[in-house]
């Protein structure tokens, strides 16, 4: 299919790359131009505004930064809505507000006709000779999700339609909490372990398999221990996340007093100047242990 593709960032590039592999002809789009070299090189092709890719796609997808660089290229100058695209669909792979989501797609239906479809992702993009591996919570029109489903499963092995549009942006906060909440749990292990004498680098060995097991646990243990030379995330993202989360539990009565725990260990930490760092550093709130006497 004619695609289009707008940010090509640390999920967006492997994105394109896996819908290149698929046989797909993909327009592209960065705010920063020299951040297509990448996907430029395996044949992607270049675009000078967001009307521009919308313009020459069936489907837009999008993994931009936060609700901000969404509303911008969608509805700033030379965005998406300025392009006719009459039966198009957009799909949103950021996590924004639902809330907004909810806004901007009964806006860009009513400026351009095109369909909505927010389908924020949790996991890792496959490398472009992988298959899919994501995990993609969609909202919308059930008729346009299927419609683009066969584009997802490029890189997405899990998708689940959770109802209209806003639905995945409200499971993608439900997903944030419970993955910032494990990675603060694990820090708060880890440093147990390693007060206690034990070396904490035997845990995810040793919880595996267990009730106690999780992804967070095996993927962040090992660098609360040893350190990362490549971020997987920033902790900040749990700031916005959270808080977002939390503003959704208010309007609706719900109460979430761990988050507003967990949200409270990730504020301190970006306090610290550490916000940027990757989310393992949530470690480094608690004291590492003393030197044990022999």
């Known amino acids: 299919m004619k695609l289009g593709f707008l940010g090509t960032g640390i999920m967006g590039m492997p994105m394109v790359l896996r ?44 993994s931009l930064l936060d609700t901000r660089a969404v509303e911008e290229s969608v509805f700033g100058a030379k965005g998406i809505a300025a392009a006719p695209s009459e039966g198009k669909v957009l799909v949103d792979h950021a996590s924004i507000r639902p809330d907004a989501t909810r806004e901007f797609a009964a806006r860009l239906k009513r400026e351009n006709g095109m369909e909505w479809v927010d389908a924020p992702v949790s996991g890792r993009v496959p490398g472009p000779e992988g298959g899919g591996a994501l995990a993609i ?14 584009i997802l499963a490029a890189y997405g092995t899990n998708i689940t339609h959770m109802g209209p549009v806003g639905a995945g942006q409200t499971t993608k906060l439900c997903n944030q909490i419970i993955v910032g909440t494990t990675i603060a749990i694990v820090a708060e292990a880890v440093r147990l372990a390693e007060s206690a004498g034990v070396d904490a680098g035997l845990l995810p060995n040793a919880l595996a398999g267990g009730q106690a097991d999780s992804r967070p646990l095996q993927t962040w243990t090992p660098r609360m221990v040893s350190g990362w030379t490549e971020r997987l995330a920033a902790a900040n993202l749990f700031v916005k996340d959270i808080g977002t989360a939390l503003d959704v539990a208010r309007e609706t009565g719900t109460p979430l007093p761990v988050s507003e725990q967990v949200l409270a260990l990730y504020s301190a930490l970006d306090a610290r100047g550490e916000g940027e760092l990757d989310p393992a550093a949530i470690v480094n709130l608690y004291p590492r242990p003393k030197a044990r006497r022999t």
Not at 48 to 61: D, G, K, Q, R, Y
Not at 137 to 146: P, S, Y
């Open 137 to 150: 919570m969609a909202g919308g029109n059930a008729t346009t999700i299927e419609r683009v489903r066969p």
């Open 19 to 62: 819908l290149l592999a698929n046989g797909h002809t993909v327009t592209v789009w960065n705010r920063t131009p020299s951040k297509l070299a990448p996907v430029l090189e395996h044949g992607a092709r270049a675009a000078a505004t967001p009307a521009e890719v919308a313009s020459a796609a069936e489907i837009v997808l999008m």
